[in-house]
């Protein structure tokens, strides 16, 4: 399924990616109960293990399986609710996040505590822009551009908190997976 890294290399635990992989297959095809969701996908960590399997394979393919799971999503609900709703329901998160960037005291996503690494604010803070043009329709932006990004490092108040930076970029990724 993906190729091995040289046994001095490290790489994804196989096991553990076979697994995941069969375990969303089986989700994808209705032969599970449980659901998987595109953030269960976002979630997924695996081991790194000398000879495992290659990092960008398994990244590029975990990209293309949350970008299924997701038109499958708006597929079922356009089915059940039409295609306006799936519009609107869109909308509607892009408006949520679009408020949050906004925010009267022009601090978009809470500070590092002091001492502690974060991602550099003004990296952010373009990315932060181009979704803004996005979705004023003045600035083109995918999905794959959003979760590909990087962000520089800082420290203490200079530094946005990892993880609230994350979710919200997890939840435009959706958004803008919707849209594509």
Request: aromatic residues 12%.
């Amino acid at each position: 399924m993906f190729n091995n890294v040289p046994p001095y290399r490290t790489g994804y635990a196989r096991d553990e990616v076979d697994e995941f992989f069969e375990h969303a297959r089986q989700a994808y095809e209705g032969r599970t109960a449980e659901r998987v969701t595109s953030a269960d996908i976002q979630a997924s960590t695996f081991d790194l293990v000398r000879g495992g399997y290659n990092t960008h394979e398994v990244d590029a393919a975990l990209d293309r399986l949350e970008a299924a799971f997701i038109a499958r999503q708006r597929a079922e609900y356009v089915s059940a609710n039409g295609q306006q709703a799936w519009m609107n329901a869109l909308a509607e998160r892009a408006r949520t996040l679009y408020g949050r960037l906004g925010r009267p005291d022009g601090e978009k996503f809470a500070p590092a505590e002091r001492g502690q690494q974060g991602y550099n604010m003004d990296d952010v803070d373009d990315l932060c822009d181009r979704l803004v043009g996005y979705f004023d329709r003045q600035e083109p932006l995918t999905a794959a551009e959003v979760r590909s990004a990087t962000f520089g490092r800082a420290r203490g108040p200079e530094a946005y908190e990892e993880a609230s930076v994350d979710a919200f970029f997890s939840r435009a990724v959706e958004v803008l997976l919707g849209v594509e």
